[in-house]
């Protein structure tokens, strides 16, 4: 396993866990983060073992954005500079074959925002707070965010965050469909490993379809997405993990699926 410097990576069979990994600055983004993450997650969309990527933060915090006090230090190491495509994060995020899921753990703004945003699915810890953040230092914004927030919450309200720059709670971002669970902060990693554990138990197959549909759907014409999904659905449903889902729904039992 590669070595990181401002991440974590850990992969346990099906799961990979990318870790934000700057405690002590809140995981504030540098130029590194930016490299690293674009690299860990390249790793991992290649590996077919991998089905579910959880992203999260290391101590109190997700990410707060972009390290301020680093990038007004006027401080530049060669090491850390990134090319145009280490930004696609999010977009890795968005389109690699894994279904991605944001831990927010706390703190979440910025350039953070953008990167829970390109994920699947978001949970947050009751306490987490979210900003857009970007206007609040005079820049317009990186990591997709214009793309996939008016997706997540609707087209009026991705500009109202973007504009206003207000910091809103978990349960607020629950309420427009921004996050799909808040969990209290101190049964937060509890149900986040429970939530793991349950798409665990879903077949492989249709998991990851499900998310290809998505993605199709996303770039296709309504009868033409319709005509592709049939054609994997037919594929899907005469399966092994179909006819094992079909007999333990008669047996009232758990399907497994090898």
């Not at 915090?61 to 990038?71: E, I, K, Q, T």
């Not at 994060?89 to 279904?99: C, E, K, R, T, Y």
């Not at 998991?207 to 049939?230: C, D, I, N, Q, R």
């Amino acid at each position: 396993m590669a070595d990181y410097a401002t991440i974590n990576l850990r992969t346990e069979g099906p799961l990979a866990r990318l870790t934000l990994n700057r405690p002590e600055q809140r995981n504030g983004m540098t130029n590194r983060m930016v490299r690293e993450t674009h690299a860990a997650l390249t790793r991992v969309a290649a590996d077919a073992s991998v089905r579910l990527l959880l992203l999260t933060g290391a101590g109190r915090s997700f990410c707060p954005g972009a390290d301020l006090n680093l990038m007004s230090s006027g401080e530049r190491d060669a090491k850390d500079w990134c090319g145009s495509e280490h930004f696609q994060v999010s977009a890795l995020l968005h389109g690699m074959p894994q279904l991605t899921i944001a831990a927010i753990n706390g703190a979440c703004a910025g350039a953070g925002f953008g990167w829970a945003c390109g994920c699947d699915l978001r949970v947050a810890a009751r306490s987490a707070m979210l900003n857009t953040a970007f206007l609040n230092v005079a820049v317009a914004g990186d990591m997709g965010l214009p793309w996939s927030l008016p997706r997540l919450v609707g087209a009026a309200k991705a500009r109202e965050l973007s504009f206003f720059c207000e910091k809103f709670s978990a349960a607020e971002a629950h309420r427009f469909g921004l996050v799909a669970r808040v969990y209290d902060d101190e049964e937060f990693q509890e149900q986040v490993e429970a939530l793991l554990a349950e798409l665990l138990e879903r077949s492989p197959t249709a998991l990851a379809t499900m998310k290809a549909h998505y993605l199709a759907a996303e770039s296709m014409p309504f009868e033409s997405y319709v005509g592709l999904e049939t054609l994997r659905h037919r594929e899907i449903a005469s399966g092994a993990h179909a006819r094992e889902a079909f007999r333990a729904f008669i047996e009232k039992r758990k399907p497994k699926f090898d």
